[in-house]
């Protein structure tokens, strides 16, 4: 059982940047690939980036690349989603999720262990 907690949303500004944070409590955190995905209202939830156990792989969506950066602490057992130049169109609410299987951007339907959100707002 992996629990997951994300932190670090809020109210931005377009062009404006913030670092979303998701804790790992339960099992070895690095056997875990972990998963960003967002629902804005109204839309189905979708891929945003992924990160292999170790860190050496991270995938993006085609519309975040360049402009979001997943990165990882295992000793910390904490992701993290750094966001720049944020768009109206990012807000939603962002949730982490965690498998032991890597599903890269094809996991919505796949991570076993999701957290419970944190929204993001861009205004324009």
Known sequence: QVQLVESGG???TAG????????ASGRTFSNYAMGWFRQAPGKEREPVAAISGSGGLAVYV??????????RDNAKNTV??????????DTATYYCA???????LD??????????????????
Do not use: H
Request: charged share 15%.
């Open 80 to 89: 993290y989603l750094q966001m720049i130049q944020l768009k109206p169109e």
């Open 98 to 104: 965690a498998d032991t299987k890597w599903y890269g």
């Open 62 to 71: 085609d519309s975040v690349k360049g402009r979001f950066t997943i990165s």
């Open 16 to 23: 404006g940047s913030l670092r979303l944070s998701c804790a």
């Open 10 to 12: 809020g109210l931005v």
């Open 107 to 124: 996991g919505v339907n796949n991570y076993r262990y999701w957290g419970q959100g944190t929204q993001v707002t861009v205004s324009s």
